[in-house]
């Protein structure tokens, strides 16, 4: 994913990982670039503040790896870039993730079709996470098999172990009709990391039996995201949680005592 990040935001991160997901990637690089040559740099901040800033939003996500890869490089347009990433790493398969308004644009960037037969490209829909779907431009990504349908045993036995664990402020949030990636979202909160890491792992250990999850953001505990296939869970502190404030982005009401703290 390139782009300037000025700034890096929630968007960037929640849209890496549905990246993660749907397309079976192994790493999201967010390739900060110096400068693009289709923005002005007026309103632009520096290059060393944006990178800072990006790494500070994708902390904790051990598959989103941040990089200056361009300004080392020294490349202007991401022609140059993918280029130079396919060079230098031959048996590895690239896809660039990019969003609507960009492709739009795509004729204007400087070798574009060159872009286009050397990468895959995913395209999202929407740049607003709780619309967000992927096209993808060629077929070299492998496609995701579909979902049976939702599981009320396994929500419920996820609002049980929370429950169990003294989370708080669970809420559930009815993904149908607005997205496909999963059927619900349970969103949480632990008083401190330490509470948030442990209900990861309390959760870790009843669903793994049952099915193949993945866990995100478990090295600081600010945030943790399980992806358990029809359930998406969110394990925020309670300062993280109003600030990204995902019940606002998938049309829901933030608990009183959450919204108190914004």
């Not at 693009?36 to 904790?60: C, H, I, S, T, Y």
């Not at 590895?92 to 037969?117: H, S, T, Y």
């Not at 948030?196 to 995100?216: G, K, M, N, T, Y």
Request: charged residues 25%; glycine residues 6%.
């Amino acid at each position: 994913m390139g782009g300037s990040f000025n700034p890096a935001h929630g968007g960037h991160l929640h849209l890496s990982l549905l990246a993660l997901r749907h397309l079976a990637l192994d790493e999201v690089w967010w390739l900060v670039s110096p400068q693009n040559p289709l923005k002005p740099v007026a309103g632009m901040a520096p290059f060393a503040l944006r990178l800072e800033q990006a790494r500070q939003v994708a902390a904790g996500h051990r598959r989103i790896v941040v990089s200056d890869l361009e300004s080392r490089l020294g490349s202007y347009y991401t022609a140059d870039t993918v280029k130079a990433l396919c060079r230098r790493f031959p048996r590895r398969r690239f896809v660039w993730l990019m969003g609507a308004d960009n492709l739009a644009q795509l004729p204007r960037w400087e070798r574009w079709n060159e872009i286009l037969r050397t990468v895959a490209i995913a395209v999202f829909k929407e740049q607003r996470p709780e619309l967000s779907t992927i096209t993808t431009l060629t077929s070299r990504t492998r496609p995701k098999q579909p979902r049976p349908a939702a599981s009320p045993p396994l929500l419920e036995l996820i609002r049980r172990t929370l429950e169990d664990g003294k989370a708080e402020d669970i809420v559930t949030i009815e993904l149908a009709g607005k997205t496909t990636i999963a059927d619900q979202m349970v969103i949480a909160s632990g008083r401190s990391s330490r509470q948030v890491l442990a209900l990861a792992e309390h959760l870790d250990e009843v669903l793994s039996p049952r099915l193949r999850i993945s866990v995100e953001g478990k090295t600081q505990g600010d945030w943790v995201l399980i992806d358990a296939s029809d359930v998406i869970v969110h394990l925020f502190r309670p300062e993280t949680r109003a600030y990204y404030n995902l019940e606002k982005l998938w049309g829901e009401t933030l608990p009183e005592s959450e919204a108190a703290g914004q």
